[in-house]
């Protein structure tokens, strides 16, 4: 059983077998109770043999396996039953208990051998039934016929019930399948346009410093190899490099006043080992690479023991935090026309937030060039991939705030799952 529709209808023959059993045992109870049962003793030994197979059955899983033995088990089943329904009427006894163990049976004969085993099952029981009616005369004919009506559409309608779900299990995988495909692409293009795009930029910029030049593609394309092969032991040290003896994880790049494209290679983003900083630490590394590339001051502020919190390697969780925080640094320091940018981190009982705020020109963060994707995708885009929020408050002339947010338990899952 490969779906979750078949494993689940498995368990629930297996549940529907003790029910029929525990039907049995009730119907004979009450007949001779009641003073009767033409033939106690056939009667009673009939039930302890139902009841003695249901029991094996849910011991030893034979109904919930797909394999051979399961599918012995399933006939052994309708053959047990074929015995409740005729047994006693062979001893004398004119009262019928079945009950509802025939049902059970179209259910187990299903889980196991599919449409072709539940019609089967419903065409033996439907057989068993008529043969009793006219040898011992029981039940009556109108019950016969009904339960013959029963065994026949109770199969379909079972069958019919399972391709259905069956089709809306295949459906959800599939969209399943494609959310996950579409976050990658998300992510991976987020992180392209932090790296090689951004790095692109800062060449045609620096066009004239042929030195420079030379230096940033050396940076990238460690970043990059780092980034395609981890474990890759070449790339895992040297300047410009990270991985686990990096002072803290590479993050990537956009930012809040516009897209960021000149935001240039983050020189702190991470490789896949053990998180080597705490969120403190990142930002206070972010923000002197600011001041390195582009000679602004960039003030970091950290309380409520946010500066604590570990940052992994991944773009998950707080990791995301960060990079989102380093991307809005970036477009205040190339886009925002100031000479200091102010980072504020907070952590209260659920809650970590950051905040990158500069008295710059401003922009309106709802009318972006279409062709632009730091705000979109490495800002925004990355907190929602991370179960956060992005809010960017901006207008001409006022400056621009980003406000960042993830809850701390959304965070510490994410590293969990890892």
Do not use: C, K
Request: charged residues 20%; glycine residues 12%.
């Amino acid at each position: 059983m490969n779906s979750g529709v078949d494993a689940a209808l498995g368990r629930v023959a297996v549940v529907l077998r003790l029910i029929g059993a525990v039907w049995i045992v009730l119907l004979v109870a009450t007949t001779w109770a009641a003073g009767q049962l033409m033939a106690p003793v056939a009667s009673w030994a009939v039930t302890a043999f139902a009841v003695g197979w249901a029991v094996l059955a849910w011991r030893t899983g034979l109904i919930e396996r797909g394999s051979a033995a399961g599918s012995f088990a399933a006939w052994v089943d309708v053959a047990v039953t074929v015995v409740v329904i005729q047994g006693p009427g062979f001893f004398g006894e004119t009262t019928g208990f079945a009950g509802g163990y025939p049902f059970a049976s179209l259910v187990v004969a299903l889980a196991v051998a599919g449409r072709t085993g539940v019609g089967v099952a419903a065409a033996v029981l439907s057989a068993a039934t008529l043969l009793n009616l006219f040898s011992v005369g029981t039940p009556s004919l109108p019950s016969a016929t009904s339960n013959v009506l029963f065994y026949g559409l109770g199969a379909s309608a079972l069958w019919l019930g399972v391709q259905v779900l069956r089709g809306q299990e295949a459906r959800t995988r599939r969209a399943e399948s494609e959310l996950a495909v579409a976050r990658e692409r998300a992510t991976t293009a987020t992180h392209l346009h932090d790296s090689v795009l951004q790095t692109l930029a800062l060449v045609q910029r620096r066009a004239d410093d042929a030195g420079a030049v030379r230096s940033l593609a050396r940076r990238q394309e460690r970043e990059l190899r780092e980034w395609l092969f981890p474990t890759d032991p070449a790339v895992s040290s040297g300047p410009g490099s990270s991985g686990p003896g990096s002072a803290a994880p590479r993050s990537a790049r956009s930012g809040p006043a516009s897209s960021g494209d000149d935001a240039g290679p983050d020189p702190v983003a991470g490789g896949g080992g053990e998180p080597a900083a705490r969120l403190g630490s990142t930002l206070e590394a972010h923000a002197e690479d600011m001041e390195e590339r582009y000679g602004v001051t960039v003030r970091v502020v950290s309380v409520g023991g946010a500066a604590d919190l570990p940052v992994p390697p991944a773009d998950e969780g707080i990791g995301a935090l960060a990079r989102a925080a380093r991307e809005a640094m970036a477009n205040a320091a190339v886009h925002a026309g100031v000479d200091t940018v102010d980072v504020f981190a907070e952590r209260d009982a659920g809650t970590v937030a950051v905040w990158v705020r500069d008295r710059g020109i401003g922009f309106d963060p709802d009318d972006l060039p279409t062709d632009r994707h730091g705000v979109t995708g490495s800002i925004r885009g990355r907190m929602q991939r991370a179960g956060g929020s992005a809010t960017i408050t901006s207008g001409p002339s006022r400056g621009t705030e980003v406000a960042l947010r993830i809850a701390v338990e959304q965070a510490a899952g994410q590293q969990e799952q890892r």
